[in-house]
């Protein structure tokens, strides 16, 4: 990782390209490209795992990506790309892809999930969402406020179920597994 230095900016140098910079003020500017770098990737661990995604830096550590897109002033402005699962070594079936999120000037977020088959609309601070998941015979809508989510769970006689924020994504897993087995009837 290197680190350049144009116009009072401090920037990333990542496989030739200029990128994560920060401005006089400290605040992000400019195009960012957000991974972690956790361990070393070895041959072993291709032929392990053929599908892992991640390759080589110059110190021999594995980039996993974890977003990219631009900010302004400290803030993710417009379209993001979001990188969703663990894409070195995923469960199967595997659930890792990328997520289209748009930042507006409203104070919303707009989320594109097309392996879920989910679009949302949420709050900046995540204390609202409301989200559509669209299954092959039905589409589940889906409420969240301060934190708690509600939806009618078709798994269950369309029972109103209400679950934590956090487990959005196990919510999806299981009306996507759900939808997938109801079209193999």
């Known amino acids: 990782m290197n680190w350049t230095f144009t116009q009072a900016q401090k920037c990333e140098t990542h496989y030739g390209r200029t990128i994560n910079c920060f401005d006089k003020d400290s605040l992000k500017q400019g195009f960012w490209y957000e991974y972690k770098i956790h361990k070393i990737l070895t041959t072993d661990s291709f032929n392990k795992n053929p599908k892992a995604i991640g390759f080589h830096n110059e110190e021999g550590k594995v980039e996993t990506p974890i977003g990219e897109g631009y900010y302004k002033d400290n803030n993710r402005v417009g379209k993001w790309t979001i990188y969703v699962g663990s ?5 199967y079936p595997p659930t890792s892809h990328t997520r289209q999120v748009t930042y507006t000037d409203t104070g919303y977020i707009l989320v594109v999930d097309t392996f879920w088959n989910f679009a949302a609309t949420l709050s900046t601070d995540s204390s609202s969402l409301h989200g559509i998941v669209t299954l092959t015979s039905d589409k589940v809508d889906i409420h969240c406020k301060n934190k708690m989510c509600y939806y009618d769970d078709p798994m269950n006689n369309n029972k109103r179920k209400k679950i934590p924020f956090q487990d959005i994504d196990d919510i999806l897993y299981r009306l996507n597994y ?5 079209k193999k009837k």
């Open 178 to 182: 759900y939808d997938k087995q109801n």
């Open 87 to 91: 894409f070195y070594n995923d469960i």
